[in-house]
């Protein structure tokens, strides 16, 4: 069976699918991954067959509306507005490319910002699962990950903020697909499908951090995360002699290229060094001019390093609070300070402080290094935060999050 994995987003939203993808093929499923090209070379080396979409998201978050998206701290309306502006740029190749790979399919399975699959599939009369990386299910147990409600709001609350970003969120993909449809769409979308009929949606994280809902439906799996994937990599000279010669942390904000990355870098850099800390620092997609990549006295700079590899040889980790990054420090241990950007982010940072996981989140417009310096001796000397942190990690490795959501998909598809 040709089965089409969709994962529109950058390398922290592609990733977790592309491992789902192998899993897929070793399972004996002809599976293809189709994602933005930004991820070509990393695919090839794992030999993962690829669906190359020919839209950047490096040079898309590098646009002026892309700087204003990621660097704008909005959630909500303010953030589906700029995700309007920006998706224009990108959205006749990207949805193009989505229907390219739904022809040449027999099922799919879809990250949110793939949506229009799931239209191209009821055209060809295939199956097409949901997917995320975050609880996205309508739920009275918690708010929706993109809103800034606290934990404690009423389950009605809860349950309508889903619906809300639902709606949102249909009023920019709607004018964009409609052209690409022989049928009129409805102004209201048809979420209510998901909810109504017992097709797998899966959800790429583990329930150990997040519990399920208990209002979910039988038919949404929160699966454990997506991971296993070993691409070829060699460490760049003179990091690992810097990794042994004492602790260090890492910093890193992965594709958060925004006008305000240096501020937030010069902030960041200034706490570790008042904390005498070293510090392995990944540029990602910034163009932050701080250093040439190599080591400059206690701080060891390069653009990414495989978080799998790094984490567990650092002892905290000073990020954006991406899904992938929150599971890949969660699963090695190691706390996180979470200086949130847009979408999850702030959600992954006031769940882990809820848990007892980590400090509070540090909102980036307000950020100084005082506060940053203080949240880092927090994560780093809490000895409670230090042994929930050793519990779950145990708990997660002893997961398969993708053998499971392939037992799942199969068993939807025999």
């Avoid at 606290?150 to 409609?178: D, G, H, K, T």
Wanted: aromatic share 10%.
């Amino acid at each position: 069976m040709k089965l089409a994995v969709i994962a529109i987003g950058t390398r922290g939203d592609v990733e977790p699918h592309a491992a789902l993808c192998a899993g897929l093929r070793r399972a004996g499923f002809d599976a293809r991954l189709c994602a933005p090209q930004d991820m070509a070379p990393s695919l090839d080396q794992l030999g993962i067959p690829f669906d190359s979409i020919p839209v950047s998201f490096r040079h898309l978050c590098g646009t002026g509306e892309g700087g204003a998206l990621l660097g704008s701290g909005d959630n909500g309306l303010g953030f589906l507005k700029r995700l309007h502006r920006l998706a224009k740029q990108a959205a006749e190749q990207t949805i193009a490319g989505i229907r390219a790979a739904c022809d040449r399919a027999d099922a799919v399975c879809y990250s949110p910002l793939g949506l229009p699959a799931r239209y191209f599939a009821a055209e060809r009369g295939i199956p097409a699962f949901a997917t995320a990386l975050q609880p996205l299910g309508r739920t009275g147990e918690i708010p929706h990950p993109m809103l800034g409600l606290p934990r404690w709001s009423p389950s009605f609350i809860n349950a309508c903020s889903y619906r809300l970003i639902e709606q949102l969120f249909w009023q920019v993909a709607r004018p964009l697909l409609q052209s690409h449809l022989s049928h009129r769409l409805t102004l209201r979308g048809d979420f209510n499908q998901l909810y109504r009929h017992p097709k797998p949606v899966l959800f790429g994280y583990s329930a150990h951090v997040v519990a399920r809902p208990r209002d979910w439906k039988p038919w949404m799996h929160a699966t454990g995360y997506w991971t296993g994937l070993n691409p070829v990599w060699r460490p760049p000279a003179g990091l690992e002699d810097f990794l042994n010669e004492g602790p260090a942390i890492c910093i890193g904000f992965g594709s958060m290229n925004t006008r305000r990355i240096d501020r937030i870098m010069d902030e960041t850099l200034e706490a570790v060094r008042a904390t005498r800390r070293r510090a392995v620092v990944l540029t990602g997609w910034s163009d932050y001019s701080g250093s040439a990549d190599g080591r400059d006295g206690d701080l060891f700079f390069t653009k990414a390093v495989p978080h799998a590899w790094l984490f567990p040889r650092v002892t905290a980790v000073i990020s954006h609070g991406g899904a992938g990054t929150i599971a890949a420090a969660l699963r090695s241990a190691i706390p996180s300070i979470v200086l949130p950007f847009f979408f999850d982010q702030g959600f992954w940072g006031r769940w882990l402080a809820y848990r007892g996981l980590g400090p509070p989140p540090l909102p980036f417009r307000r950020l100084h290094a005082k506060a940053l310096a203080g949240a880092l001796d927090k994560a780093t000397q809490c000895d409670g935060i230090q042994s929930r942190l050793r519990v779950l990690a145990a708990k997660l490795r002893e997961e398969d999050g993708v053998s499971r959501a392939v037992s799942i998909l199969s068993e939807a598809l025999c």
